[in-house]
Each structure stands twice: as C-alpha cells, then as structure tokens.
C-alpha cells in the first residue's frame, strides 16, 4: 500500500502520546508508524534518570515494528506540543529501513501539520552498505 | 500478578529473536516482558548503521510496555546463542520502572539458563529519586 | 577566528582516525573539531560489545571540546576509508552548539573530500529552543 | 601504576564538573579517569535537547581517554550534588576496557565519598567476548 490518510495517522499518534513517560522533560510525544504492510505501530518517548538512555517516540515506534517483523515503511506521523521535527537519531533509525521517500507528517497539539520526505530531513544521509564498502 | 511460568517467558524470547534485525553483528537477541497485568511485550534487538544507535531487545520490550500503558514489571526473559546477560544500559532502563525487585531470566539457544533479581545485577543503582535531589 | 586550512583539519582528523577502537565493525573513524577559540579537538569512534553503547567519532570530540570548555565551533573535519557523511546523531549534537553554519568536511582515506554546511545535513533540525517552547 | 591518591582524583572531578553542560537538567557531573600511563582524563556531562544524544562524564571521559591512545583504566572518580553512582550505561562503557578491578569513587559535592570496584557495580556483566562467542 501506498496511500493512507495523513489525519488519521496523525490522529493516532497523538493517541500514542498520551501514553509519554516523561517525568524530567514533560515533553511528551507520540509516533504513529505505518508500515508497508497497512499495519501502524505506535511508539511514545520513553526517558530515563540517565538522560542519554532515553528514546524517542519515532524510534520507539519502529524498534516496535520491526519486533513484529515489518521491514518496509510508508510514513510516520508525529505529535508534540509545538510540532517539532524528529532529531537527527531518529531520522537515522528511519533511514535504516527506507530509501528516503517516505513522508514524515510532523504535527502539533492544534492539529497543524507539515509533511517532509525522510531524505529532505536527512540529506546525504549515510546508509548500511557505506558500512560495508569501509 | 506475581507468579508466572518461567519456561514459558524464555519461549516467548526465543520467538522474538527470530525477528532480531542483525545484520551488523549477526548476533540475534530476543526480549519477553512480564508486566504487572499479566501482559507480555516482547523485543529484538534493531541494529543501526551508526552502531551507536542500536537498541537491544530488553529495552525495545520495555519500551513497548510503556507505549501501551503498562509501567510495573515482574520479570523479564532474554535469550541469546550464549545466555548472555543484559547489559548495563537495558539494567538501568528497567531500573526505572522497577525497584530491584523483578527477576531477570536469561537463556541460551539450548534453553539453559540462569536467574537473577535486577537489583543483582545493578547494585546500587541511581534511581529516579537521584535526579530530583540533584 | 572563522577562517581555517581544510587540508589541515583534515589531515588532524586522519591522525585521530589511528587511535579508533573499532573491534566489531573494523571501520575506524577520526574527527577534528575546530572551535572558536582557535583550538582542535580530536575524537576517534569508540565502540562497545553493547553496539547501541558505541559513539561516533564526531560526537566523542564535541563531548571532548564542552569538556575543555569550548561553546561555539567553526567547523569539523570527518575522514574514513570511503568518506561517509555524519549519521544523523552526531548532526544532532552538533546542532546543540550552532546555528547550522559551521563547516561539515567529509574526507577519505585518499583525501577526496566534500564540504557541507551543518544547515545542508540537517535541515529543518530541532533545536533547544523547541524543548523551552513545548 | 597502581597506586592513586583518592582525595586528589576527587578533586580534579569537581574541576571538570564546572565545565559541564546541563540546561536540561541542571544536574552537573564531573568525572576524572585515571589510566595505566597515569595520565588523567577528564569529562563532564553534555546534554542534548534530543535528551538520549546525552552523554555522561563518565562516558565521556573514557572516549577522551580512548582517544588520547588510552587502553587501561585504574580507577574513576564521578562528582555530583548529591553524590550518585554511575549509571548503567556507563559501567557498561568502562566495562569495555577493564576486567572489573578499577575502582570507581563516587564523591559528593561536600567531599563524602564512597568507593566500590567496577566489578560491584555491573556483577555477571556481559563482556567483548560474549559477542564473539554469539
């Protein structure tokens, strides 16, 4: 599949963000991934005392995708507060499983929305078979 | 819940690993997570390009649990080729959800394996409560 | 200082790239770090049997400058054996300490090299103001 | 070199303490680490508005030391407020370069310290060469 309704996968991730544990920050944000299959998985930030042990919702959400054996991706969606774009660890997680056509919807808690391709957010990006020819 | 079947969580681990996205290692581990409802999430572990960006599979199944609400545990398996145990990151992610008190059920590849609490194997832990003194 | 010999950040960043610590990918990486004051930082990859626990070359000689005290940086030469680009977690902590105009120079072993502003790698970053606003 | 005056380790953590970069938390640490050459090296925490690119002194002063050509740890002194012990990630981290004899001093901002060996700290720790045998 290759179409999917950006409002309702934006929907979700806002469901998913309520679900953030993030006692330090209270930055909460959700992430609503949708994978080749049809299949979304969702993902919330998840911090931690030691700050660099934390994880982004972006991420959360594919480590948890990939748990269940999807390998190919469409878009993510993500919701915070302000609507903020994914760091640059989480594009680089996305950019392990995808070419960097798929959109990435960043939006915030009014429902305004932006939609970028992974290779706009990340350009140049090194990818798994530079690892390989090194 | 604080009973559970610990054969049958070491199952659950050996059937998330085979999911394991490896490619850089080759070195496949599987997660199963006992929350306090009874439910059980499972991870791999997701390898990046940037090695540095790698999750391991208990943290992908605690961050999976979060993710769907739950934020007590009771134990966690993990299997590996060797039995290997948790590293020091995946004990301080679970430290954050637990006080020491969860056990840690590590296996091998031929089912051998080993149990230990979590406070066993992060002793004197800095704890949530640490940040906020600070 | 805002003007620098590439060539000679280069060439620092190739002799960081001797002392990586690379036991499980054998791909060695060195950077140079050029801050404001005029002062090079070097960094090499350090990686750890628990790959998620690994660091980037970029990153351990940014972690190296704060520590020296150094806050704003001019540029940062990056040399491996085929010329990757930074992952997108190093663009990121680069982006903590500027505005997207310092020099990314990405070389390799025979010295081909290209120049990118921090701006290119990572557009559209999130910044520390974001955090404030959420 | 073996032997090490305590006080004096302490003492040179508090000093990288000042240099560290916590907005986000401001929980400030310093970290002295000192190496077979007896040489010591320093590191502070370096926050990230992404809080998982956050690195601690611990951390971060192993990477300085790797990259200074470093390969043998005797002991580490980490300083805070309210004198907490290094996190997981980072025993983890020093794991990497030590059999889990080096000692880790754990001082607090009035200079009550205590002292354990890294071994303590991350018992049944998972080592280099688990992963090959994987």
Known sequence: M??????????????????????????????????????????????????????????????????EGEREFIAIAVVTENGVTPCGACRQVLQEFNDGSMEVVVADAQGRSRVYTLAELLPAAVIPADLKQG
């Open 2 to 67: 290759t179409d999917y309704n950006r409002a309702d996968l934006v929907a979700l991730a806002a469901e998913a963000r309520q679900r953030a544990y993030a006692p330090y920050s209270q930055f909460t944000v959700g992430a609503a991934l949708l994978g080749r299959s049809g299949k979304v998985y969702l993902g919330c930030n998840v911090e931690n005392v030691s700050y660099g042990l934390s994880v982004c919702a972006e991420r959360a959400a594919v480590f948890r995708a990939i748990g």
